[in-house]
Every structure is written in C-alpha cells, then in structure tokens.
C-alpha cells in the first residue's frame, strides 16, 4: 500500500530510439505526454483563429483572451519592452497549463511532476535571463547584485546575499511546480485508494461508507484543477518578473 | 535507532513545516481582505498580486512535504 502512489509517475519507454554512452534515449509515455500538450496548444490557438473573423467565434474568443492575458502580464511586470519575450512566456504558459490539466486525467501521465522536466524549463529562463542581459547591458547586468543606496561597509555582504538568492531562483521556480504536482497527484492516489480499501474491508458497509472519501476525492480534484492553472500562472508571471531583471538590471 | 524508524519519524518532523506555512497563506488572504475591505474599488486590480503571493507562500509548504514524500518513498 505504501508503494501504490509512487508507481504512477514512473516511466515506460513506448518506442526504443538510440544508445549514447549506455543510456537507453527512448520514446517515452513522458515524451508522448508532451507531444499532446504541444498538440493542444498548436489546435487551439491555430485552430481557433483560422477563420480570423472580426467578431469573433467562442474558440476564437477563448485564444484572443489567452493572448491579452499574457500581454498584460508582461506589460505589468516587465514593462513595454518585455513583449519580446511574448512568445517564451505564452508557450511556457500554455505548455505548462496543457501539460498540468491533461495530468489530471485519470490514466494519464503527468508530465510537470517530473523535476527534469521542470528544471529543464526553469534553467532555460534561467539562462534566458542571463545571457539576454550580458548581451544587451554587457557587464553592467552585474549591477544588479549591487543595490544602489547601500552604505559601503556591508556592500560584500549583500553582493554575496543577492548573488545566492539570484542562483536559488532556478531551484525554487522549478522544485515549487514539481511538487505542487507530484503532491497533487500523490495526495488523489492516496484519497481515491480509501473508496476500494473501505469496501474491501467493511464489505456491504463499506460501499455507504466510501461515498465519504469520494466525495473528499472530487473536492480534491476540483483543488488539483485550481492548483494547475494557478501553478501555470504562477510560473509565467514568476518568468517575466526575471525578465524584467535582465531588461532593466538596475535597482 | 531502527532505519526505517528515524524515516518515518523524519517525515511526521517534516510536516511541522506545513502547520507554519499554513499561518503564511492565511497571513497572505487575511492581508488583502483588509485591504479590499478599506478599499474596495481597489481590490480587483490586486487580485493578479494575490494569486502570486498566495502561490508563493505556499511554496513552502510544498517543500516541506516534498522532503517528507522524499524520505518516505524515495529513501531506501
């Protein structure tokens, strides 16, 4: 019963590829998971704005709000200047937001409760961030571990603080969705486990009394639904928030 | 101290984190309804700041119980 949870995020491979220095690369249940995410993403907003109508249709509608929705986010947090890192944030959004509800079908594979799949997203804001302000400011970027308006003597201290927290960044962005998810998915699995195990152990009983857990599951499931898109939003605002570090690196 | 022991005894130690992240998110909702009800023409536009606090805060937490599941599951 203790292992029971665990085994829903592991990994099958669907269909072997290559051999690179004796790891197996594969076509994985992970990858295919992806792929649907992508592909759901591309069919709506691709799809929706097909007929480019001036008034728009419902679909159309839903993938003209997506966008103000992101472009807002981004003028708020980032400044005008940040709208050309719209297409990283959105995809980043809907990638993440596809990928965190279709988890939530029962059967399905989650992909965001996977650390390397998050951490591969988080590093590449990371590195975004990073490279796009050495760029643009050349070594004035590293201003920004220099706060204007600190006296001198406690200067080393606080270069050395806001260096660290800048490098706990990618952690903390990539570790707060991962386990958001894999929780939420342990925490179901846990909850939804108790209806069988009631009635395996109460017997008749046991069918009245496991409406009480599964009535707790679909309060679970409504909670999990509000966590991926607010895990999703999170994540998006959280990356124009460090884009907005590497356009204006001055404090 | 038997080795499965200390691991579940880690975990319930764990949890501790959860109960003070839990007064974090309520400190974070409990902020913003003051403000909204002083103001309240101006509450909507701070809900995007609300979500993202609420977000953050809970952070935390989900740490907590990520080294909790850590030791439980993954910890052999």
Not at chain 1, 48 to 57: D, E, I, M, N, S
Not at chain 1, 98 to 116: E, H, R
Not at chain 1, 118 to 130: G, N, Y
Not at chain 2, 35 to 42: E, I, K, M, Q, V
Request: hydrophobic residues 60%; aromatic residues 12%.
């Amino acid at each position: 019963m203790a292992d029971s949870p665990i085994e829903q995020f592991e990994i099958h491979q669907i269909v072997p590829l290559i051999k690179i220095a004796g790891h197996q690369i594969s076509f994985t249940n992970s990858a295919a998971y992806m792929l649907i995410a992508v592909a759901l993403t591309a069919a709506l907003m691709l799809g929706a704005t097909a007929g480019r109508r001036l008034v728009p249709t419902r679909m159309q509608s839903v993938a003209e709000l997506s966008y103000e929705f992101i472009a807002n986010m981004i003028r708020s947090a980032a400044g005008e200047h940040g709208l050309k890192f719209f297409p990283l944030v959105f995809s980043l959004f809907m990638f993440i937001l596809f990928a965190n509800v279709v988890g939530l079908i029962p059967y399905t594979f989650s992909v965001t409760s996977q650390l390397v799949i998050t951490a591969t997203l988080a590093l590449l804001v990371f590195f975004t961030v990073i490279l796009h302000g050495i760029w643009q400011h050349g070594l004035h970027f590293f201003k920004l571990f220099a706060p204007s308006g600190v006296p001198i003597v406690i200067l080393p201290m606080i270069v050395i603080i806001e260096i660290l927290s800048f490098v706990a960044r990618p952690i903390s962005h990539s570790v707060r969705l991962f386990a958001n998810i894999l929780a939420g998915h342990i925490t179901l699995k846990l909850v939804a486990g108790f209806v069988t195990a009631m009635i395996g152990g109460l017997g008749v009983l046991g069918w009245f009394a496991g409406t009480l857990p599964l009535a707790f599951t679909v309060a679970l499931y409504a909670l999990e639904l509000l966590v991926a898109f607010l895990q999703a939003y999170v994540f998006a605002i959280l990356t124009c928030i460090y884009l907005n570090d590497s356009l204006h690196p001055s404090h | 101290m038997d080795h499965d022991a200390a691991k579940f005894i880690g975990a319930g130690l764990a949890c501790i984190g959860m109960g003070a992240t839990a007064i974090g998110v309520a400190n974070v909702f409990g902020q913003f309804l003051t403000g909204a009800l002083r103001n309240p023409s101006a509450a909507g536009g701070e809900r995007n700041t609300l979500f993202l606090g609420f977000a953050l805060a809970e952070a935390f937490g989900i740490f907590s119980l990520l080294i909790a599941l850590l030791l439980l599951f993954v910890i052999k």
